[in-house]
């Protein structure tokens, strides 16, 4: 054996020249890491490999109540990839027919819907581009938490999905076709991106309501969108705040109350406060606004909340003739800001106790800093949270007076 | 006076005894590599080994002794690789046309070729030979050969002159304010180019002569005081271990000396410009220059040479900078783009933004082929093209590429084979390669490898191609440096010309990987600037 390796290795003398080092350590260790690299490829080579020509990707979910008892009706908005203009020439042809297409299934579970659609669909439903989870108030009365759940333990589905609750049915919400987007449910999303700039409604992600949900305290909030007939056109439109508790949607906010919970929450943004002033209206333009929420505990060992806002202002429109950039009207203007804001956050929690829902967090705000007070409270918190008191403290600056000072009057000077 | 005389006789008769010597050595024990003192001998042998060469010229005359005796000669040379002009007026002239030249030999019937040598010959480099091999030698690197009768020595006379290339503008690389000229096949223009830029004696260049058969002449440049000696040596000796039969240019040297032949990635930087090698040789390289090879060699080599270039220290350092950062991005474009996008179509679409993948996804539809194969197939077929290009005559090329870019670009993406943003990932791909000429060759086959990683491994694929990519490198040596140094291992002052290149004036140390002699370029005491001068730059 030995002698036939020898000549063996007589053979192989330019290589073993040409690797100039010892032979069998060398061929030693190239050929264990070519079994390393084999026990990679072998072991999770193209596993979960999916070809984009093979998906059908979801940008929209609705959810509503099944017509048969106990079942859920999925409805999937799935991009048509044929429709999408490809910049090449020979596909224009096709262009004029919708971007989308929204598949329904009807099943006693989400799962089973996602699957069911597979015997009429060629493509898988790949939901890691959903945008909105929209969900009818039918459903949401009943119950979320099957939907939730599904939503959320998949892997493939995002927790920054937009939650939405339909007045009506979630299909028909992401079948209306819009002018400026092709797809309904991108439609949905950008609206929601853009609900900053008049901080008017809740932007609730399911990251957002999971959380509130799984919470003792808090009361899940998610905003409502709903189907408005104007001019002989149906128009989505997003309106009020859907407020839940145990998982049931048990009431709404109109547009002040949810003005009020945003201030409270400290997701108040830009948008703006019309001021009635003894010359006319003035509107005010909200720039930045920040709150902080704070449990206190009085002498009598009662527990208030204390809310701090410092909100920054400019004039927005001036329809009166008066200059408003003279000290006293500015102090005039940020009074009137004050009680405009002070007024939302009444009226916002007047509906919070009525509803007997904690959408503020006041519960685990009392957890985070009274502990021991807490444990005491937490199991009649729904009766407690009514008596719970607010105490505000607004701080309001008007920043600019825009690009004008005094008004624009005919034959006013500048 | 009488010990003058004495000296005097004394002096003759050594070389009394020296020409007896020679004269013993010619006529008396014949070997067959010393020249013989008969003439008829000795073109016979010559002849004899150039048998079916028909270049070999042997231009037989005579010329008078000082006796009016005529002494036959011959001047043996290769057609076409001496200068007429130097044979003619400067050899042949003087010896034909100036009769008794010659002072005889004391012993009758030698000539003595050395005075033909110190007294006629109007050639400047001029040597006495003894053995027929470097009579051949002679003769084959271009100078021509003078035997007399009589003489058992030869005249190898420098007169090499065959028509070579001038001094044009490098082709592979370009420059738009550094010097236009660039190496020839030449070697001793090329080693002069460089002597012209580094006007110092300790210079050197030490020529040693490899190939059994080729006889490739090649000179090792390197600056005595900055040079590693260590490394000289080093580099002596790998040339000297060099065995094979023919040195055709640099590229069969740089195979045979490099550390690693198992790499992609050159160890061993070459450049077609002597601005670029001079300025190697100041860093404290080593310079190869091979005779028959416009480019010139320089060890070791950093893994940052592959995005060095000569110009980056010509324009200012801002613009260099930039520069090197635009071509370190291109070198990972050209090695991560095909690989990345294959990797985010068929594992990772979550990754992609959502409009983004819509016009993705429509551009694929249809396509007959999975996403690998489609990169595949627009790889291979542009690396034809490519070859294509390069290969065939300029007229032709150009075909080549219209019809490439139209087939690739146009018909291959409307006729539905391929979609759109293939195409688009493969050109960018391909550009990219082209802003890192150097790394280019490796990194287009490492894209390759990552691609295949990436189609069955996704992003993880790639994770790990990258670093077994990384780990070869700093596994790589040349010449005794780390070629991934001044990264790993780190060195601070290194730093100053890898990414980022500093104003020039910060650039004082050379780089430590090539362990250079003499650390600083600045002189010990740096000039002061006269503080009454109104140009002073330091403000006050």
Not at chain 1, 168 to 181: C, N, Q, S, T
Not at chain 2, 335 to 357: C, D, G, R, S
Request: glycine share 6%; hydrophobic share 40%.
């Amino acid at each position: 054996m030995k002698k036939y390796l020898n000549i063996k290795y007589k053979k192989a003398l330019p290589l073993l020249k040409y690797f100039s080092g010892n032979f069998h350590k060398k061929a030693f260790r190239s050929a264990a890491f070519l079994l390393c690299m084999l026990n990679i490829l072998c072991l999770c080579s193209c596993w979960s490999q999916r070809e984009l020509d093979k998906l059908a990707i979801v940008l929209g979910t609705g959810l509503d109540v099944g017509d048969l008892p106990d079942t859920l009706k999925l409805t999937a908005q799935i991009v048509k990839t044929s429709e999408i203009n490809s910049g090449s020439s020979s596909k224009s042809s096709t262009n004029g027919g919708k971007a989308y297409v929204n598949i329904s299934y009807t099943e006693n579970s989400v799962l089973a819907a996602v699957r069911g659609i597979t015997h009429m669909q060629n493509r898988k439903l790949y939901f890691t581009h959903n945008e909105v989870l929209i969900l009818s108030s039918e459903l949401a009365k009943l119950d979320l938490s099957e939907g939730l759940d599904a939503f959320t333990r998949d892997y493939e589905a995002r927790m920054n999905v937009n939650i939405l609750i339909s007045k009506g049915k979630a299909a028909e919400i992401l079948a209306e076709d819009v002018e400026l987007e092709k797809m309904p449910a991108l439609h949905i999303a950008g609206m929601m991106d853009n609900q900053k700039s008049n901080s008017e409604t809740v932007v609730v992600t399911l990251r957002d309501f999971v959380i509130a949900t799984l919470s003792k305290a808090t009361a899940a909030v998610a905003p409502m969108i709903e189907l408005q007939e104007a001019d002989g056109k149906k128009h989505v439109i997003l309106k009020d705040t859907a407020v839940f508790k145990h998982g049931m949607m048990i009431g709404t906010f109109g547009k002040t109350e949810t003005r009020g919970l945003l201030w409270v929450t400290n997701k108040a943004g830009s948008g703006y406060i019309t001021v009635d002033t003894q010359w006319g209206q003035v509107v005010l333009e909200l720039l930045h606004s920040t709150s902080k929420l704070k449990p206190v505990k009085a002498k009598d060992g009662t527990i208030h909340m204390e809310l701090t806002i410092y909100e920054d202002g400019a004039i927005q429109s001036n329809e009166t003739t008066e200059d408003m950039s003279k000290i006293k009207n500015v102090e005039m203007l940020k009074a009137k800001m004050r009680e405009s804001i002070n007024s939302d956050i009444e009226y916002s929690l007047m509906q919070a106790r009525t509803l007997s829902a904690d959408v503020f967090g006041f519960g685990e705000a009392i957890r985070r800093d009274y502990p021991k007070e807490w444990d005491k409270m937490k199991d009649n918190w729904d009766t407690l949270f009514p008596s719970i008191e607010l105490e505000t403290h607004i701080n309001v600056e008007l920043r600019s007076t825009g690009g004008l000072i005094k008004p624009i009057v005919p034959g006013g000077e500048q | 006076m009488h010990f003058i005389i004495k000296l005097i006789r004394l002096f003759k008769e050594q070389h009394a005894r020296k020409i007896k010597r020679d004269y013993e050595m010619c006529f008396g024990e014949e070997s067959p590599q010393i020249l013989s003192g008969k003439l008829k001998k000795n073109i016979d042998s010559i002849k004899a080994r150039f048998e079916g060469s028909s270049d070999l010229i042997i231009r037989e005359f005579s010329f008078s002794e000082k006796k009016g005796r005529e002494v036959n000669a011959v001047l043996i040379f290769l057609d076409g690789m001496v200068n007429m002009p130097i044979i003619n007026d400067n050899i042949i002239k003087p010896l034909m046309h100036d009769k008794s030249i010659i002072q005889a030999g004391k012993i009758s019937g030698a000539v003595n070729i050395e005075d033909i040598r110190d007294k006629f010959l109007t050639v400047g480099d001029v040597k006495t030979v003894y053995t027929y091999n470097e009579v051949i030698e002679a003769c084959l690197s271009g100078n021509a050969v003078f035997m007399a009768d009589g003489s058992c020595k030869a005249l190898d006379i420098g007169a090499k002159g065959w028509d070579k290339r001038a001094v044009t503008e490098p082709t592979s690389e370009t420059a738009l304010r550094g010097p236009r000229e660039g190496f020839t096949e030449s070697l001793r223009t090329n080693t002069t180019m460089i002597r012209r830029k580094i006007k110092d004696p300790a210079l050197k260049i030490t020529d040693t002569v490899i190939g059994k058969r080729t006889h490739t002449q090649i000179s090792i440049l390197y600056i005595e005081g900055i040079a590693d000696p260590e490394l000289v040596r080093e580099v002596e000796q790998r040339l000297k271990n060099i065995d094979t039969d023919s040195i055709l240019a640099t590229g069969y040297v740089e195979q045979y000396i490099e550390d690693s032949s198992f790499t992609v990635f050159s160890t061993i930087w070459s450049s077609e410009k002597p601005d670029a090698v001079a300025g190697k040789l100041l860093e404290g390289r080593v310079a190869i220059a091979v005779d028959g090879a416009p480019f010139v060699m320089t060890v070791p080599m950093l893994f940052i040479e592959n995005f060095q270039n000569a110009e980056d220290y010509i324009i200012r350092s801002h613009f260099a900078t930039a520069m090197r950062l635009l071509r370190l991005t291109a070198f990972f474009i050209s090695l991560f783009a095909p690989a990345l996008y294959i990797a985010l179509t068929t594992y990772h679409q979550e990754l992609i933004p959502t409009t983004l993948l819509f016009t993705m996804a429509a551009s694929s539809e249809g396509v007959p082929f999975p996403a690998a194969v489609e990169m595949s197939l627009m790889m291979i077929i542009f690396e034809i093209l490519r070859e294509a290009g390069i290969r065939m005559p300029r007229p032709v090329g150009q075909t080549i590429s219209i019809v490439g870019a139209l087939v690739m670009g146009e018909a291959a993406v409307n006729a539905g084979i391929v979609g759109a943003p293939v195409v688009i990932v493969v050109a960018i791909t391909a550009v990219s390669s082209f802003a890192i000429p150097f790394a280019a060759d490796g990194v287009s086959l490492l894209g390759w490898f990552l691609l295949i990683m990436a189609s069955t491994m996704g992003s993880f694929g790639i994770t790990v191609g990258a670093f077994m990519i990384l780990m070869h490198l700093t596994s790589l040596r040349s010449f005794g440096a780390y070629y991934m140094a001044p990264l790993a291992p780190f060195q601070r002052y290194d730093l100053k010309d890898t990414a980022v290149r500093v104003p020039l004036r910060a650039m004082n140390t050379r780089p430590q990987a090539t362990k250079p002699q003499d650390l600083k370029r600045e002189s010990a005491q740096p000039p002061q600037p006269s503080n009454a001068s109104k140009y002073n730059r330091s403000r006050k």
